[in-house]
């Protein structure tokens, strides 16, 4: 499992890193055109849109790597260890199933748009390109969720107690 984590932490970091300073680029460069020359490209507004759904899912995973999605865990933290874990566990298999959900009609959205050759407007470049970072990102984001459920089956350490041994509340940590 160490070796697999590896890649996809590799390939998440390079996809995320690269796209930001891509759109950023491009972003920077079109601000230039228009205010300085007075003509901007047409294309530009579209690759940082795409570039940015590209984020987005590759960045969930990401969050999912690091246990940073939303959750409201104030009741598990206060529940006794057995029901803590239970509840963790019960939170990462409901994540990893809604996200194995997106990645199947995903890959039915995708395969859609490939038969009816769908192109973007301004760049002329197959739609699927895009469509493909959904069911690609949440297929990654329901490895990682599986990954920090067995984590939490195992006992390996997993997210952060916000609950002092003397039944107390650390505030900061909420």
């Not at 601000?31 to 590759?58: D, G, K, M, P």
């Not at 298999?93 to 199947?104: C, D, G, K, N």
Request: net charge positive; glycine share 6%.
């Amino acid at each position: 499992m160490g070796n697999l984590d590896k890649v996809m932490t590799s390939v998440e970091e390079t996809i995320n890193g690269s796209l930001l300073l891509l759109a950023t680029a491009v972003l920077f460069v079109n601000v230039i055109l228009r205010y300085v020359f007075h003509n901007s490209t047409t294309w530009a507004e579209e690759a940082i849109r795409y570039s940015i759904v590209w984020v987005t899912f590759f960045g969930g995973s990401m969050c999912a790597r690091n246990k940073m999605h939303v959750g409201i865990d104030i009741f598990v933290q206060m529940a006794p260890p057995l029901i803590r874990k239970i509840l963790m566990i019960l939170a990462q298999l409901s994540a990893a199933f809604f996200t194995a959900m997106i990645t199947y009609f995903g890959w039915v959205s995708t395969h859609l748009v490939i038969e009816s050759a769908q192109k973007s407007p301004a760049m002329m470049m197959p739609i699927w390109i895009v469509y493909i970072a959904m069911p690609l990102g949440s297929a990654l984001m329901t490895i990682r969720f599986l990954a920090a459920a067995y984590a939490i089956l195992k006992d390996k350490t997993f997210g952060v107690e916000m609950v002092e041994k003397n039944g107390s509340v650390d505030i900061s940590r909420l």
